[in-house]
């Protein structure tokens, strides 16, 4: 059982940066693939990164390759997502997610693969 809380959303404008912190409780940490997730208003929830359980192996979602960059520190339990040149169309709510890691995990841009969710964080960005 594990319980995420997500922190550091805000607003910000075009070109600014956040950094989004997602702090893990109830499991151990380091068992779990972690992803980040977002939904803007009017549109599904939609994956933004990921991270398998020691950091060896990261992925993003085409839209923000070279601008965000997900890492982990499994001992403060804490996964986080590094928001540089932020765009107006990154405006959504950013939630964060964890599923148990196994050797050959796939498909970690699939929201149905996470047990696990947080109550999400706005980021608001404008133009």
């Known amino acids: 059982q594990v319980q995420l809380v997500e922190s550091g959303g805000g607003l910000v404008q075009a070109g600014g940066s956040l950094r989004l912190s997602c702090a893990a409780s109830?499991?151990?940490?380091?068992?779990?693939?972690m992803g980040w997730f977002r939904q803007a208003p009017g549109k599904e929830r939609g994956f933004v990164s990921a991270?398998?359980?020691?950091?060896?192996?990261?992925y993003y979602t085409g839209s923000v390759k070279g601008r965000f960059t997900i890492s982990r520190d499994n001992p403060k339990n804490t996964v986080y997502l590094q928001m540089n040149s932020l765009k107006p169309e990154d405006t959504a709510v950013y939630y964060c997610a964890a599923r148990r890691d196994y050797v050959g995990i796939k498909a970690l841009h699939y929201d149905a693969e996470y047990d696990y969710w947080g109550q999400g964080t706005q980021v608001t960005v404008s133009s």
């Open positions: 991270i398998r359980w020691n950091g060896d192996n990261t």
């Open positions: 109830g499991g151990t940490f380091s068992n779990y693939a």
